[in-house]
């Protein structure tokens, strides 16, 4: 087997790195610092496979700059977003993801998201760290009830589907709408029922939670005025990529009062979040944590390691995008 050449750009959970520095000749990363851009682009001349995350972006002139070695783009992460296709197609470059094994810890935050905005435990938390807790009141803290409530799913993939079970637990109806239609038996399973018409779906729903890969026809799919179909009671979730929605819209939308509130786990600028979504409170932040457990992101590294593995054995990549 050939020993790869890899530079791997984020730090890996130790199990992960410890296999790869065993199987290849691995430049790892472990002050977790972003390369200078002179640096990754003198990296990517020698290298025959590179290791980005979601939040390492890989242009078009990173891989036309890329020495001849380079073969393979094996992405820590699910969405590809963060890399050219075209031009790593182009280059006759493969890329690979790593699908399946983070599909309940991120509808785990979904569910958690929906929670939060729902029912308002931060700022209840809040108020009683700082003291400001002055006993149980019958109308204190109210938040709103998730039973019975309506929740429209936009992507209906592993993620929609393992949310959709959480929310029937709760006693939730769950509508879908997505590229391809489930099979009766899958939605008789999940109890979902499928929704041809996005706007009619978002116009019936409390709580809108968004599952759909990037990409450009999802650029903005909830926009002003899908957002302005959206009753002033109801919630966005959006565990997927900042860009599905218009951020600057949906602002504008919290900031009116339009709907009742939102829980957002990723973003358009990440890390930069808008100062006036963090000045919001009808609207749960978290720091882009859907895969965020020790067992998830060490399944994601050794899926990696796997598709470098076939590339240096020169079997097909089991989770080729590119």
Do not use: C
């Amino acid at each position: 087997m050939k020993r790869l050449k890899v530079l791997v750009m984020r730090r890996l959970p130790e199990a992960v790195e410890t296999r790869i520095a065993k199987l290849f000749d691995a430049a790892l990363n472990p002050a977790d610092s972003p390369l200078p851009q002179d640096a990754f682009a003198e990296a990517l001349a020698e290298v025959d496979a590179l290791v980005p995350s979601v939040a390492n972006p890989v242009d078009a002139a990173a891989i036309a700059g890329a020495g001849p070695r380079l073969g393979l783009i094996a992405n820590f992460g699910v969405g590809v977003d963060n890399i050219d296709l075209e031009a790593a197609r182009a280059r006759g470059v493969a890329v690979t993801n790593t699908p399946g094994v983070l599909t309940e810890d991120t509808a785990d935050i979904a569910l958690a998201l929906m929670l939060m905005a729902a029912r308002r435990p931060g700022p209840a938390e809040r108020a009683l760290r700082a003291g400001a807790w002055a006993g149980w009141g019958p109308t204190d803290q109210l938040g709103t009830s998730l039973t019975g409530k309506r929740l429209a799913i936009v992507g209906m993939g592993r993620i929609g589907q393992a949310l959709a079970r959480r929310a029937r637990a709760l006693g939730m109806h769950v509508d879908y709408h997505s590229r391809r239609r489930l099979a009766e038996a899958e939605e008789e399973a999940l109890d979902a029922r499928y929704r041809g018409e996005l706007d009619a779906m978002l116009a019936e729903a409390d709580v809108v939670s968004l599952h759909a890969p990037y990409a450009r026809e999802t650029h903005h799919l909830l926009d002003r005025r899908r957002l302005g179909l959206m009753r002033r009671s109801a919630f966005l979730i959006n565990a997927a990529r900042g860009a599905i929605v218009d951020e600057e819209a949906l602002i504008a939308a919290l900031e009116a009062g339009a709907i009742a509130g939102a829980g957002l786990d990723v973003y358009v600028n990440e890390p930069h979040i808008d100062p006036r979504l963090i000045a919001l409170d009808n609207v749960v932040l978290l720091p882009h944590l859907g895969s965020a457990t020790v067992e998830t992101r060490t399944a994601m590294g050794m899926k990696v390691v796997e598709n470098l593995l076939a590339f240096a054995e020169g079997r097909e990549l089991p989770d080729r995008v590119v």
